[in-house]
């Protein structure tokens, strides 16, 4: 695949643009589907542990239309009036539409996280065959949310593998309906563990569209040739790393976060773009200081990755109590030129004594192309 011949010379956050909308959760991966809607991910809001909304419209005037065919998780497993709540949660992050159905991942943490060490230890995938009314396990039968005893590798997609690889993934983005892509392969990317040395370096594999269920069927990147080619095996042992991002920005305590990307196909420039952001930590623990931001621009999936811009303090709104943290791409909201897109991103901030604010936040980006 040739190097686009442009390439981006400035990156712009316009904070003029900004938008803090009163809808809570955090996260928001987001796929653009063959009906012309997006979709989007949110966990820890509006009442649920994950739920999949319709995003309507354009910015400024967009909407969170609910999904009621959507699997509600259960938030406490098992049911315990006089003792400790024990969550059995599963957290929605990988997501991608073509063909009319929905397929996603959502990452499982190996205990609740007020217990010790805790931290994402695999995956879980369901699907919709209908543009998210209704869902079905990876096997094909009802969805089921196994509680923490049950999962394993025959009902996650991946689970306790080397290091915890593909425990945090994020699917490539490539128009509507995954249209853009010509190869016939789906990407997905994730760091390659949970520990600082590890968690900032970024693993990936591919699957044939038609056989993202069937693990067997995945391929994982082993190296990049001389030619800008990418090698890739069947066994996960053999994986190799795509890039490797900053040093020192993974927590230790809380559970391990960081260095989770988004990346998208913008066909205004022919080329893929990644965001992708650091854990604000003092070593230990998590947002003690403000996040690291960056953004990678490449040829192909597979990279190489070379660096538009950095952030060692990002600072929406030139806030610096900001927290900001996930920023992601809605594929719809890319200028048809590629210019411009608008930056989704969550705030964690303590606004009172009780609970953080989690929120969506937007504001467009301008990029300066030659």
Same mark, same amino acid.
Request: proline fraction near 9%.
């Given at each position: 695949? !040739?190097?686009?011949a442009?390439?981006?010379?400035?990156?712009?956050?316009?904070?003029?643009?900004?938008?803090?909308?009163?809808?809570?959760?955090?996260?928001?991966?987001?796929?653009?589907?063959?009906?012309?809607q997006?979709?989007?991910?949110?966990?820890?809001?509006?009442?649920?542990?994950?739920?999949?909304?319709q995003?309507?419209g354009?910015?400024?005037?967009?909407?969170?239309?609910?999904?009621?065919?959507?699997?509600?998780?259960?938030?406490?497993?098992?049911p315990e !009036?006089?003792?400790?709540?024990?969550?059995? $949660?599963?957290? #929605?992050?990988?997501?991608i539409?073509?063909? #009319?159905a929905?397929?996603?991942?959502?990452?499982?943490?190996?205990?609740?996280? #007020?217990?010790?060490?805790?931290?994402?230890?695999?995956?879980?995938?369901?699907?919709?065959?209908?543009n998210?009314?209704?869902?079905?396990?990876q096997d094909?039968g009802?969805?089921?949310?196994?509680?923490?005893?049950?999962?394993s590798?025959?009902?996650?997609?991946?689970?306790?593998?080397?290091?915890?690889?593909?425990?945090?993934?994020s699917?490539?983005? *490539?128009?509507?309906?995954?249209?853009?892509?010509?190869?016939?392969?789906?990407?997905?990317?994730?760091?390659?563990?949970?520990?600082?040395?590890?968690?900032?370096?970024?693993?990936?594999?591919?699957? !044939?569209?038609?056989?993202?269920?069937?693990?067997?069927?995945?391929?994982?990147?082993?190296?990049?040739?001389?030619?800008?080619?990418?090698?890739?095996?069947?066994?996960?042992?053999e994986?190799?790393? @795509?890039?490797?991002?900053?040093?020192?920005?993974?927590?230790?305590?809380?559970?391990?976060?960081?260095?989770?990307?988004?990346?998208?196909?913008?066909?205004?420039?022919?080329?893929? *773009?990644?965001?992708?952001?650091?854990?604000?930590?003092?070593g230990e623990?998590?947002?003690?200081?403000?996040?690291?931001?960056?953004?990678?621009?490449?040829?192909a999936?597979? #990279?190489?990755w070379?660096q538009?811009?950095?952030?060692?303090?990002?600072?929406?709104?030139?806030?610096?109590?900001? $927290?900001?943290?996930?920023?992601?791409?809605?594929?719809?909201?890319?200028?048809?030129?590629?210019?411009?897109?608008?930056?989704?991103?969550?705030?964690?901030?303590?606004?009172?004594?009780?609970?953080?604010?989690?929120?969506?936040?937007?504001?467009? @980006?301008?990029?300066?192309?030659?």
């Amino acid at each position: 695949m !040739p190097i686009p011949a442009r390439r981006i010379t400035a990156f712009q956050r316009r904070e003029d643009t900004t938008l803090r909308l009163p809808f809570e959760g955090d996260n928001w991966h987001t796929t653009w589907a063959a009906d012309d809607q997006q979709y989007t991910l949110m966990c820890d809001g509006q009442g649920y542990n994950t739920r999949l909304w319709q995003l309507q419209g354009v910015p400024p005037d967009i909407r969170f239309v609910d999904l009621p065919g959507y699997p509600e998780l259960e938030s406490r497993y098992p049911p315990e !009036p006089e003792g400790p709540v024990l969550f059995s $949660r599963y957290y #929605g992050f990988g997501i991608i539409a073509y063909g #009319g159905a929905i397929y996603h991942f959502l990452s499982t943490p190996n205990h609740n996280f #007020g217990g010790p060490s805790p931290r994402f230890v695999g995956a879980k995938l369901i699907y919709s065959p209908d543009n998210g009314r209704t869902w079905r396990n990876q096997d094909g039968g009802p969805v089921v949310w196994e509680p923490w005893e049950e999962r394993s590798h025959e009902n996650m997609v991946f689970f306790e593998e080397p290091g915890e690889c593909f425990s945090l993934l994020s699917i490539l983005q *490539m128009g509507r309906n995954y249209e853009l892509n010509t190869d016939g392969y789906v990407y997905t990317y994730g760091p390659n563990g949970n520990t600082e040395g590890a968690m900032n370096q970024l693993v990936m594999f591919r699957v !044939p569209k038609g056989q993202i269920l069937d693990r067997a069927a995945y391929e994982y990147f082993v190296a990049r040739d001389s030619d800008g080619s990418a090698r890739w095996s069947a066994d996960l042992a053999e994986r190799g790393v @795509v890039h490797t991002f900053p040093s020192g920005w993974v927590n230790r305590n809380t559970h391990p976060y960081s260095w989770h990307p988004c990346v998208v196909y913008n066909p205004g420039l022919e080329m893929y *773009m990644m965001l992708n952001w650091g854990m604000g930590t003092d070593g230990e623990d998590w947002f003690t200081q403000p996040s690291y931001l960056g953004a990678w621009t490449a040829p192909a999936p597979w #990279g190489p990755w070379t660096q538009i811009h950095e952030e060692t303090a990002w600072t929406p709104g030139n806030d610096p109590g900001a $927290r900001a943290y996930q920023p992601q791409i809605p594929p719809k909201w890319i200028a048809p030129e590629g210019r411009s897109f608008w930056l989704v991103w969550t705030d964690f901030q303590v606004i009172d004594e009780r609970r953080p604010y989690y929120a969506y936040n937007l504001q467009q @980006v301008e990029l300066t192309v030659e």
